[in-house]
C-alpha cells in the first residue's frame, strides 16, 4: 500500500483529475437519490454516474502505471497534460448536457452548438485513444522485460491488450451512434469490462511480489489469459447482437474464466494475509 502511496504521489495532477471524476460521480448518484436520474429528453444521470466514475478510476490507474512506462520527460509532460484536458472537457460535457436534459454524444433535440459539443467530444475520445496506444507501445518495448519489474510490466502488458479491446468498443459505439446492437447487444459492458485488465491482472503481480511461498510468472500469465479470454467472449456475445446476460456457451467461458481468475485472487490474498501473520523462515518454491 505504502508504495501505490507513493506511486500516486509522483503523479500528483493525473491523480486529482481521477479523483475529480469520482467526486462528480458522487455529486451525480446524490442528484439521482433526490430528484431521480432522468433529466428532460435525453438526459440519463446514471449514464454520468458511470461515465465519470470509470474515466476517474482509468486515469488513477494510469497514475499508478505510468511511472514503469519511463517515458522521455517532453511524453511525459505531453501525455499528462493531453489527458488532464481531455478529461475535463469530457466531465464537463458529460456532466452539464445530462443535467440539461440532452444527450451529450448523439442529441436528436439539441441546438447546433450541442451538436458541435458533441463531435469535439468525439474527437476528444479519438485523440484519449491515439495517445494511449502510443504509450501503452512503451511496455511493448524489449528493454521493458530487462530492466525493472518483470512481473509487473507483463500484466500491464496483458492490461493493455484488453484496454484496446475496449477503445475499439468505443469506437464501436461512436460509428453505431449507439451503445445497442442486434436484439439485446449492449457494447457498453464490453467497453467497461475491458478497461479493468489494467487492474485486475497487475493486481496478482503485485500480490505475488508480496509473498515467498510462490516464484516465477505462471500465475500472472494464466490471469492475463483467462482475463482476454473473457473480454474475447463477451466481444463475440454482443457481436452476435446478444446481451451477455443471455446464457450461451460463449458466456459460458466468459464465467468460467473469470472464476478461475478469482480463485487465483483469493488463493495469493490468503497467501500474503498469512505470510505477514506468520512470516515464513523457508521458502518453497512451486
Not at 451477455?244 to 468460467?256: D, R, T, W, Y
Not at 474464466?257 to 495469493?268: G, W
Request: proline letters at 2%; aromatic letters at 12%; hydrophobic letters at 55%.
Amino acid at each position: 500500500m505504502q508504495e501505490m502511496i507513493s506511486l500516486l504521489k509522483k503523479e500528483k495532477v493525473l491523480l486529482v483529475t481521477g479523483l475529480l471524476g469520482l467526486l462528480l460521480g458522487l455529486f451525480c448518484q446524490i442528484y439521482i437519490m433526490i430528484f431521480g436520474a432522468t433529466t428532460g429528453a435525453e438526459g440519463n444521470l446514471s449514464k454520468a454516474v458511470s461515465f465519470n466514475v470509470s474515466l476517474g478510476i482509468f486515469l488513477i490507474t494510469t497514475a499508478l502505471i505510468i511511472g514503469f512506462a519511463q517515458l522521455s520527460r517532453r511524453m511525459l509532460i505531453t501525455f499528462r497534460w493531453a489527458y488532464v484536458v481531455a478529461a475535463l472537457y469530457s466531465y464537463g460535457l458529460e456532466t452539464i448536457q445530462h443535467l440539461r436534459g440532452i444527450d451529450p454524444r448523439f442529441t436528436q433535440i439539441g441546438s447546433p452548438i450541442d451538436s458541435i459539443l458533441a463531435m469535439i467530444f468525439g474527437l476528444v475520445a479519438f485523440t484519449m485513444i491515439g495517445f494511449y496506444i502510443v504509450f501503452a507501445s512503451h511496455f511493448f518495448k524489449k528493454n521493458k522485460l530487462t530492466e525493472g519489474r518483470r512481473g509487473i510490466i507483463i500484466a500491464i502488458r496483458y492490461g493493455m491488450l484488453t484496454t484496446m479491446l475496449s477503445f475499439a468498443a468505443g469506437i464501436w459505439i461512436s460509428v453505431l451512434q449507439s451503445r445497442f446492437t442486434g436484439d439485446t447487444g449492449n457494447i457498453i459492458w464490453l467497453h467497461g469490462f475491458g478497461f479493468h485488465g489494467l487492474q485486475f491482472i497487475p493486481i496478482i503481480a503485485w500480490l505475488l511480489e508480496q509473498q515467498q511461498k510462490i516464484h516465477g510468472r505462471r500465475l500472472i500469465h494464466i490471469c492475463g489469459i483467462v482475463w482476454t479470454i473473457a473480454i474475447i467472449s463477451i466481444a463475440i456475445q454482443t457481436l452476435l447482437g446478444q446481451s451477455i446476460f443471455e446464457l450461451s456457451f460463449i458466456i459460458g467461458v466468459a464465467i468460467f474464466s473469470f472464476v478461475v481468475y478469482v480463485c487465483i485472487f483469493i488463493f495469493l490474498l490468503i497467501t500474503v494475509v498469512k505470510e505477514k501473520r506468520h512470516p515464513p523462515t523457508i521458502t518453497h518454491e512451486m
